[in-house]
């Protein structure tokens, strides 16, 4: 609910030269990392200067959440900390951005509802879109979300049922907010470039007269297109002023608002005609060129209209050394009213290419998404004989609401298409209305949790964590009779259904650790989820062999990985290497006999390798690589589309990414970064029909980007990102059809002035 920006080959191999997509620019100087140094209370991660003076590391020693009580080194778990001055350095300021330095994540292009205009994350082989945080709490909303406010981004990879609850056997991904500290900076950014590129952030703490009180205010504008796409717009302002108090003392207390305003003209995207793999009935399609990357086949009044709004409370008091309570209150609210023309398909009848048509689908939503929350922690650290104990457990009491109201064409008409190779914005746009549609879901959730790690000796951990949820969601449904035979229902009449579903789950996490060093450990660890009927979405349905039936069981995850993790260098790079296997099970399956059963099962095995922070005096690198096996080990043998046997959708084998920088002595720093990503396919289908599905898979690319920052002083640097070096054209997202894809940005640039007092 919180943070809005506009979304917009071959073998493994043959690894080509790609471009980049469209990455902007969050402009926070390295010098405000030391605005991330908190209280005497574990607030958040202290921010590390380094005394040979190279700008603050990329690597992170801790997570923000209190459920994980040890430094990463020791957590036995994959986890990726992107921190701020990463992000500044790549120019990044959205969530799509920040989650490119880690590698096995897909974003997809997404269809209606929430996956149009948001953050559609797919991780290691699991949609993963409702599993994303702030602070530790669930936000909600098919929004994307700006960083401006955000001190890190985490990403836990693995099912995480006793961390949060209900979510996919992927993981979840956390941004944890800038508070305020007790020194006083004021830091601003401002950055234009290519496709109209135009941002202002500006960052002020101060300390207030009040003994240990102390006032930050973030505040953010952006007005843009979008590199290589004609009339997609982009203007958007969010402004997160917050208090704290006792930031010295054993009680602490911390009060903060976010308020972000968008107004955007959507991506609609391309057709997929002349791309690799595309396939029609006509011949002479399949040989057609492609259309121009630049073309919008959208109408001038498409919009998405965001406001969001999150106030935060939270709490602290130290009763004793290694004991700590802390309660965090939020009320979250957004509402959407976008209206988007997305392409779907074409007709190449026509012996002239310049006369086919592209079909045009006007789609829409007014969407209300409400999250009210009280979590309750201790923490406390305390001995059964030899063996240490670092506890943590709480209460978390949840309400969450989604409101949606349907938009459509007026019932009868029919939307224009658009020529296929020169769509034009002047032609008839149909509006969208109300039809009457509505659909409203409400989950209450009641949770009791515990973690406790358990230090045997100095070599040994053990490490269990167990979560105890009762849910209880409500779905009230209105649609509009259709025409359907026999015609027993008028056209229009409006049909209402309400459908309950509560239920308990139970959830675990074990980890067995062995340190060699100090700074060094070993682990196996096992965890897993649940995924009950409308947790996805809150909408559940009457419609059997549906996964958001009530009747259904929640589909389960569960993991078990083997992995070490090092801190060398003098604790200054964390390398991290895992082996594991995810399983999810209860998916529905149409079996050779015609019945659908929850039997389906699919499995991911993988390798993931990760280095992050120092490597010499000047030079800092973060890089990772994941190999992926993602397969359905058993799905639908019978029906149109079996794939029992066949892989994961939108999973790539092989992914990598890598950022390195280096500070030269007199004031110059030089930095570039590689993403690589495997082939992808849309479908879990073994089989499917030809000319009819656009294309099937995604091909690999490879994106490369460069930075040069210089300090003119020591208040004031010049920093200018080049994307796409090697200017190259890519599929950057695809959607569930493949006839309409986003592709990446040609090259581009974007210039900042970093200003820090």
């Known amino acids: 609910m919180a943070y809005i920006t506009s979304k917009k080959h071959s073998d493994a191999g043959r ?45 992170a020693d801790k997570a923000s959440s209190p459920k994980l009580t040890q430094p990463l080194v020791d957590t036995p778990q994959t986890i990726t900390v992107v921190k701020k001055e990463l992000l500044q350095e790549q120019a990044a300021t959205t969530l799509s951005d920040a989650l490119r330095n880690t590698p096995g994540i ?57 961390d949060n609850g209900r979510g996919a056997a992927s993981g979840y991904v956390n941004m944890s907010s800038k508070l ?43 007005d843009s297109g979008v590199d290589g796409r004609d009339h997609v717009e982009n203007d958007v302002w969010g402004v997160a002023p917050s208090v704290a108090f006792g930031l010295n003392s054993p009680t602490r207390a911390y009060f903060y608002l976010l308020h972000m305003q968008q107004d955007a003209r959507p991506d609609g995207g391309l057709p997929t005609i002349g791309l690799e793999g595309f396939d029609n009935a006509s011949a002479a399609a ?18 998405n209209k965001v406001r969001a709004d999150m106030f935060t409370a939270r709490v602290e008091h130290d009763f004793a050394q290694g004991v700590t309570l802390r309660n965090t209150s939020r ?36 969407q209300e998404n409400l999250v009210l929350t009280n979590q309750t922690n201790l923490n406390a650290e305390f001995a059964t004989g030899s063996i240490k104990h670092t506890l943590s457990a709480g209460l978390e009491v949840t309400h969450e609401m989604q409101d949606s109201k349907t938009r459509a064409i007026p019932t009868g008409s029919t939307q224009v298409a658009a020529n296929l190779y020169a769509p034009s914005i002047n032609d008839v746009f149909q509006p969208l209305v109300y039809t009457g549609g509505r659909t409203k879901g409400e989950t209450n959730t009641t949770a009791l949790y515990v973690f406790d790690t358990l230090k045997l000796n100095e070599r040994f951990q053990l490490n269990g964590g167990l979560r105890f949820e009762h849910y209880n969601t409500v779905t009230s449904t209105t649609t509009v009779q259709g025409t359907s035979t026999p015609q027993n229902i008028p056209v229009g009449t409006l049909l209402s259904s309400n459908i309950e579903d509560s239920d308990n789950l139970l959830s675990l996490k074990v980890g067995a650790l062995y340190k060699p060093t100090e700074k060094s450990s070993v682990y196996l660890s096992y965890a897993t989820s649940q995924l009950p009927p409308g947790s996805a979405n809150f909408s559940l349905s ?114 990598f990414t890598t950022w390195n920088s280096y500070k030269l002595p007199f004031g110059l720093t030089v930095a570039g970064g590689a993403r690589y990503v495997d082939s992808v396919r849309r ?27 210089y300090e003119l002083n020591k208040n004031t640097t010049l920093q200018l990102n080049v994307f796409n070096l090697a200017d190259k054209e890519y599929v950057a997202s695809l959607n569930n059809s493949g006839a309409r894809y986003l592709p990446g940005a040609p090259r581009s640039v974007r210039l900042s002035g970093n200003f820090l007092f």
Request: aromatic share 6%; no cysteine.
């Open 15 to 59: 690894l080509k030269t790609s471009a980049l997509a469209s990455a902007l620019m969050l402009a926070m100087p390295a010098g405000m990392a030391l605005a991330a140094e908190q209280a005497d209370g574990p607030v958040l991660p202290a921010v590390k200067v380094e005394a040979d003076g190279i700008a603050p590391t990329y690597k």
């Open 106 to 162: 897909t974003m997809l292009l997404g269809e209606n509802g929430n996956t149009a205009t948001g953050d559609s994350i797919f991780m290691r082989g699991f949609d993963t879109q409702g599993s994303i945080f702030v602070d530790g709490i669930r936000d909600l909303g098919g929004i994307s979300r700006d960083t401006f406010n955000t001190e890190q981004v985490e990403i836990a990879k693995g099912p995480a049922g006793a």
């Open 180 to 222: 305020p500290s007790r020194d006083n900076l004021l830091g601003a950014s401002v950055t234009v470039g290519s496709g109209d590129y135009k941002r202002v952030t500006a960052d002020v703490n101060r300390s207030l007269p009040l003994e240990g009180a102390a006032f930050r205010l973030n505040v953010m504008k952006q």
């Open 286 to 303: 399949r040989s057609a060129p492609k259309v121009d990357t630049s073309n919008f086949y959208g109408s001038l009044s498409d919009h």
């Open 331 to 366: 009320f979250g609210k957004s509402n959407q009213l976008y209206a988007m023309t997305g392409t779907n398909g074409i007709t190449a009848t026509n012996a002239n290419p310049a006369l086919w048509t592209a079909t045009r689908n006007r789609q829409g939503r007014d």
């Open 542 to 655: 009457n419609t059997a062999n549906n996964a958001n039936n009530p009747n259904v069981d929640p589909q389960k995850g569960r993991n078990i990985e083997l992995g070490t993790k090092w801190d060398v260098m003098g604790d200054k790079l964390a390398l991290t290497a895992a082996i594991y296997e995810s399983e999810n099970k209860n998916e529905f399956a149409t079996l050779s006999d015609g019945t659908t059963q929850q039997v389906g099962t699919r499995r991911v095995r993988g390798v993931e390798l990760n280095a992050t922070g120092i490597v010499t005096k000047n030079w800092q690198i973060s890089t990772g690589l994941a190999y992926m096996d993602p397969k359905i080990t058993r799905g639908s043998t019978g029906g149109n589309s079996p794939t029992d046997g066949g892989v994961v959708q939108w999973s790539p084998r092989l992914t």
């Open 683 to 709: 479908t879990n289908s073994t089989t499917v029909a030809a000319g009819t599905n656009g294309i099937v898979n995604v091909p690999d690319y490879w994106v490369l980007d460069a930075m040069a920052a």
